[in-house]
T-cell receptor, first 113, second 114 residues
Framework: DVKVTQSSRYLVKRTGEKVFLECVQD?????MFWYRQDPGLGLRLIYFSYDVKMKEKGDIPEGYSVSREKKERFSLILESASTNQTSMYLCASSTRTGNTEAFFGQGTRLTVV | GDSVTQMEGPVTLSEEAFLTINCTYT??????LFWYVQYPGEGLQLLLKATKADDKGSNKGFEATYRKETTSFHLEKGSVQVSDSAVYFC?????????????FGQGTELSVKP
């Protein structure tokens, strides 16, 4: 019954490393999202993709990039990890209209040391 | 751009108390509104939704009414249980103005004591 799968639950990376977070959905959804969740700040949108190879910046795109080569897969890339990118990262997907339920992965807890 | 503002937490209630979590939004179009819940150690899941003005969403005893005149979507429950302890997120999506981008409030942590 898995719908949105994130590749790792926990990751520890070193400062300056290039980090890839992978997300796969099996519902044929057009929209996919990457958020980070920090205490007191809620969910902040990093990037949004509404179709293959299409992307839009969210509220906090600095230091991140994304890739969507296939409809089911949306990757978040930290070009050079920094300690202030230590956070919980959540992937989600939804239909194009956005007025139906969005499904979330379990999250990836990333620690940058 | 579009935004969502929720009342700050944490909110602590006794079992069987009445719950209200306030949510207001700013949007230029006609968004759909959602409440998501995150139980400890779990991912987010949809609690309820409303897609147009005056719609009422309801689920598991929770309800919220889409009020366009006050741009609000407050979450209510008449009698909370310990099992309702979680973080609640209000969200909006405007497919005609933002292409279905899902925007969240900052979340409200609810703790229910026996």
């Amino acid at each position: 019954d898995v719908k949105v799968t994130q590749s790792s639950r926990y990751l520890v990376k070193r400062t300056g490393e290039k980090v890839f977070l992978e997300c796969v959905q099996d519902m044929d959804h057009e929209n996919m999202f990457w958020y980070r969740q920090d205490p007191g700040l809620g969910l902040r949108l990093i990037y949004f993709s509404y179709d293959v190879k299409m992307k839009e910046k969210g509220d906090i795109p600095e230091g991140y990039s994304v890739s969507r080569e296939k409809k089911e897969r949306f990757s978040l890339i930290l070009e050079s990890a920094s300690t202030n990118q230590t956070s919980m990262y959540l992937c989600a997907s939804s239909t194009r209209t956005g007025n139906t339920e969005a499904f979330f992965g379990q999250g990836t807890r990333l620690t940058v040391v | 751009g579009d935004s969502v503002t929720q009342m700050e937490g944490p909110v602590t209630l006794s079992e069987e108390a009445f719950l209200t979590i306030n949510c207001t939004y700013t949007a230029t179009g006609y968004p759909s509104l959602f409440w998501y819940v995150q139980y400890p150690g779990e991912g987010l899941q949809l609690l309820l939704k409303a897609t147009k003005a005056d719609d009422k969403g309801s689920n598991k005893g929770f309800e919220a009414t889409y009020r366009k005149e006050t741009t609000s979507f407050h979450l209510e429950k008449g009698s909370v249980q310990v099992s309702d302890s979680a973080v609640y997120f209000c969200a909006l999506s405007d497919p005609y103005n933002q292409g279905g981008k899902l925007i969240f409030g900052q979340g409200t942590e609810l703790s229910v004591k026996p």
